[in-house]
């Protein structure tokens, strides 16, 4: 089996060198723990955070039967500056650690006028400021290694002002937007930032926000999510939207929006701004 090293693509015909441990938020269902079981299947050892010990403490034992590999789970809170800094604490100082998966996130129910601000406010806390926190207390190692891997699970919701999820789609905008901006910064310091960007899929998060899953229109299942988004990460896409059956879409959008560019450098307001004389 050849195993890719993350960052710099190093192939080894020993398949358990250098397979660094992936830390994955959000484990203890869904998309998460998705994640877990395909990476452990890969050989990677993990390390899970959640704040339901009992869940992440059965996928863990799982895994380690199924797969052998070594998992350990940190149960945090990410919304809590105590939780979030104990998993900033382990990022930095375990050097095993050469994957971070920011999934962990929530959405909220209801429209915007009648969300209240605390839970506004830990919507944010969760869905954006956990995954730049953490992306935070990586990217220094990661840098100085020249080499790691940076998963930040965003949604085609932060596309879709239209879609009437305006706080939760701000957030995934937030997601994909730093996503970028790191793998300009890093990806030439050898760094790998990858956006994912599910459209809806079966898990908890729906009922988690007061849904009744079953009675929303048919979704992907999350083995099939994630598999396609690992074959994002294995080419070492920027960008992955599995649903997405036309990469030039997203190239098309990603164009127009840089036709702009050469405007914003413009001192004075355009023609169609100026107060008729
Ligand atoms: N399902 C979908 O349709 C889509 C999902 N996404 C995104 O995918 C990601 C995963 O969600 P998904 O798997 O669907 O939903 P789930 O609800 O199944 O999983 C959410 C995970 O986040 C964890 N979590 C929730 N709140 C906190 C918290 N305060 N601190 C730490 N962990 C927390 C939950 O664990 P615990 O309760 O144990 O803490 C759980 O493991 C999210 O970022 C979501 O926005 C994006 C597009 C579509
Ligand atoms: N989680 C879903 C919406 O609530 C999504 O991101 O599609």
Do not use: C
Not at 106 to 122: M, N
Not at 127 to 153: D, K, Q
Not at 219 to 248: K, Q, S, Y
């Amino acid at each position: 089996m050849t195993v890719m090293n993350i960052g710099s693509i190093r192939e080894t015909s020993n398949p358990m060198a250098d397979i660094p441990s992936v830390l994955i938020t959000g484990a203890s269902s869904g998309i998460g723990a998705t994640y877990a079981e395909r990476f452990a299947r890969r050989g990677h050892d993990l390390v899970l955070v959640a704040r339901d010990i009992t869940r992440l403490e059965a996928l863990a034992a799982r895994l380690r039967a199924e797969t052998g590999v070594a998992v350990d789970i940190l149960p945090a809170d990410l919304t809590q500056p105590g939780d979030i800094a104990a998993v900033e604490t382990r990022l930095r100082a375990d050097r095993r650690i050469g994957v971070l998966v920011n999934n962990a996130g929530a959405s909220l129910a209801g429209r915007f006028e009648k969300q209240p601000a605390d839970g506004l406010d830990r919507l944010v806390a969760l869905n954006a400021t956990s995954v730049v926190r953490l992306a935070s207390a990586v990217a220094p190692r990661f840098v100085e290694a020249g080499a790691g891997a940076i998963v930040n699970i965003a949604s085609v919701v932060g596309l879709i002002p239209e879609f009437g999820q305006t706080v939760y789609g701000a957030t995934k905008a937030f997601v994909l937007f730093l996503s970028q901006g790191l793998s300009f910064e890093l990806a030439p310091k050898g760094v790998y930032v990858q956006a994912v960007l599910p459209a809806a899929t079966r898990t908890e998060i729906w009922e988690r926000a007061g849904a009744d899953v079953n009675a929303l229109p048919a979704m992907m299942e999350v083995g099939e999510l994630v598999d396609a988004a690992l074959v994002g990460f294995d080419r070492r896409e920027p960008v992955t939207i599995p649903v997405l059956g036309e990469a030039g879409k997203w190239e098309a959008y990603q164009a127009a929006r840089q036709t702009m560019l050469p405007d914003f450098s413009q001192i004075h307001a355009a023609e169609r701004y100026r107060a008729a004389s």
